[in-house]
Nanobody, 121 residues
Framework: QVQLVESGGGLVQAGESVRLSCAAS????????MGWYRQAPGKQRELVAR???????NYADSVKGRFTISRENAKNTAYLQMNSLKPEDTAVYYC???????????????WGQGTQVTVSS
């Protein structure tokens, strides 16, 4: 059983910064991609940023230049540094990871429970 635990959300004002963390634990041999998604009320869940195990990243156009995704492979942890926050960034942020439990084994996908980020104007 693999779990993702997110932390770092909260209430901030527009223009401020927040750093989210996502720690994976359990029967993990390796983690491939890790990513952050968000879901605002009444909207579908959308990709915010993803990072491969070699550090390649991709971002949603709406967050490019403001958000930075990073990871510490030794700690099975990913981070999302969010700067210059806007009210439209308000959402529940979910961590996602693709992992294997054995070498050359099947790939599995797991989601965290989500953490609320609210940006006031």
């Amino acid at each position: 059983q693999v779990q993702l635990v997110e932390s770092g959300g909260g209430l901030v004002q527009a223009g401020e910064s927040v750093r989210l963390s996502c720690a994976a634990s359990g029967s993990i041999f390796s983690i491939n991609d890790m990513g952050w998604y968000r879901q605002a009320p009444g909207k579908q869940r959308e990709l915010v940023a993803r990072i491969t195990n070699t550090g390649n990243t991709n971002y949603a156009d709406s967050v490019k230049g403001r958000f930075t995704i990073s990871r510490e492979n030794a700690k099975n942890t990913a981070y999302l540094q969010m700067n210059s926050l806007k009210p439209e960034d308000t959402a529940v942020y979910y961590c996602n990871a693709e992992y294997m439990t054995v070498p050359r084994g099947s790939k599995y996908n797991v989601w965290g429970q989500g953490t609320q980020v609210t940006v006031s104007s």
